[in-house]
């Protein structure tokens, strides 16, 4: 593996995107070692953040809003006596957005509920013989706590993406938080109120980061300020590494969809994508942090060569430019140059990214052979920007290669799968010697009694 710099210390190159290259070419890497070669973020892991998150986690536990309000004035700059957001405020917020805000969120809900209403899975009932029937029902969570993220950009998006599915699944009690804005008096930004009163949500919070976390999971008790903070049973949304690592901490104490940490996207492409194409959407997500890894994988160096270039002149040009280069010269982007498109596709499967992207000559059918990814956005006309707002799918997704084992936010993540087992007499008759059996086998043998006292 070679990682190089290509670019240069002369004046002209100061202000140009240090868009790494990791050349994997000429090499036969296992899983592992593919692992270790793509870019990566370096410095503050998740280990690094534990024992800070963990300082919050337990402040919350036995602060409660008192400690939350701490909180808020010492990560946001705010005084609170409750974090809960006042009805009134939702009106308005939703009354004052803007009429073409209101239409695209409008359009985004209703793709988003058609593709969460067909994701809901059917129950089922087997009959293994006669009065032998087992069933799968699947049952919504009674309540959620839903994360929408604050910071260097506004998420009324994430809003939809976290409600719009547990509606589907028929989640009756749904609470949303997200960070107090100190230019908004301390509540979260309007048009993040606007969405959530846009979906019917009265339940929002002003409480950012991993406080926010620490309080879905474990509740908070009623003051004099305000009402309790009731716990929840399933925690979900995207935010920084805090949030992530919270969501990791208190898994166990409460369901979560996945560590969506910080975005990244990776892009395969081979001689036949359009450079302009691959540039713009490797900078769309550089836009969200100056920590967002882009990532393209090809086997073409003039391809490589012609994305640098549009990268330097595309970045210049966008709003957020210095925050777009910050992202593009870090350790976790770059170019991975491998040797054709089966390594490529190894590659992307090493990589695991929250979002991949397809380029290349039969790009469904590229797309249909990767096993590790959150959302795979197919040819030159469904850019990761689609899957942010108006595609239909999701975007709240795992990130950090945890796409190798984890899926992103739907209907599933809020229902639990309860099987129903209904036996009849005759039926455990007949299996009843099968089960005396086993139990022997494991030296159990009150198992087998506890069928053969029935017919005794």
């Known amino acids: 593996m070679t990682i190089s710099s290509e670019n240069s210390a002369s004046p002209a190159a100061t202000a140009a995107v240090d868009f790494r290259t990791v050349d994997l070419r000429g090499q036969s890497l296992t899983l592992a070692g593919l692992r270790a070669a793509v870019p990566r973020a370096q410095g503050q892991t998740v280990a690094d953040a534990e024992a800070k998150v963990q300082d919050i986690i337990s402040a919350v536990r036995q602060g409660g809003f008192a400690a939350l309000g701490q909180l808020a004035r010492r990560f946001d700059g705010v005084a609170q006596d409750h974090p809960l957001v006042p009805a009134e405020a939702l009106a308005s917020a939703l009354e004052e957005l803007d009429p ?39 049952v919504p969570v009674a309540r959620v706590g839903l994360y929408v993220p604050g910071g260097l950009a506004v998420y009324p998006s994430s809003v939809i993406m976290n409600v719009v599915p547990a509606l589907a699944a028929g989640v009756q009690s749904i609470a949303l938080a997200s960070p107090p804005q100190k230019e908004f008096g301390g509540l979260p930004h309007p048009t993040i109120l606007a969405a959530a009163a846009l979906l019917g949500i009265t339940e929002v919070y002003a409480i950012g980061g991993a406080q926010a976390i620490a309080a ?3 509740g908070v008790p009623a003051t004099e300020a305000g009402p309790a903070l009731e716990a929840v049973d399933v925690v979900t949304g995207p935010g920084n590494i805090f949030v992530a690592t919270a969501k990791r901490l208190v898994k166990g104490v409460v369901g979560i969809d996945s560590e969506a940490g910080t975005t990244e996207i990776a892009i ?20 969200h942090d100056p920590k967002a890894a882009s990532v393209l994988i090809t086997d073409s160096e003039d391809l490589a060569a012609a994305v640098r270039a549009e990268l330097d002149r595309q970045a210049a040009a ?13 350790p976790q982007s770059g170019v991975v140059l491998v040797d054709n498109l089966e390594q490529g596709i190894a590659a992307c499967d090493a990589y695991a990214a929250e979002h991949l992207e397809i380029m290349t000559q039969d790009a469904p059918g590229v797309a249909a052979r990767i096993r590790n990814a959150g959302a795979i ?57 099968h089960i005396v059996s086993l139990s022997g086998a494991e030296d159990l043998p009150a198992h087998g009694d506890a069928v053969t006292v029935r017919f005794s």
């Open 268 to 287: 395969l492409a081979d001689s036949t994508a359009q450079p302009r194409l691959v540039a713009a959407d490797l900078i769309s997500q550089a836009e």
């Open 216 to 218: 879905f999971a474990y």
């Open 318 to 330: 966008t709003r957020h430019s210095a925050r777009v280069r910050e992202a593009l010269s870090g």
């Open 100 to 138: 073409s805000v209101r239409g695209a969120l409008e359009e985004s809900i209703s793709r988003a509920r058609r593709f969460a209403d067909g994701q809901r899975p059917r129950n089922i009932e087997v009959q293994l013989g006669d009065g032998a029937v087992v069933a799968q029902n699947w």
């Open 377 to 433: 956005f197919v040819g030159d006309y469904s850019p990761v920007s689609l899957g942010d707002y108006c595609a239909g799918s999701n975007h709240v997704l795992p990130t950090s290669g945890t796409a190798a084992f984890s899926s992103g936010l739907n209907v599933t993540t809020f229902l639990r799968a309860i099987q129903v087992v209904n036996y009849t007499r005759d039926a455990l008759a007949e299996v009843s010697g």
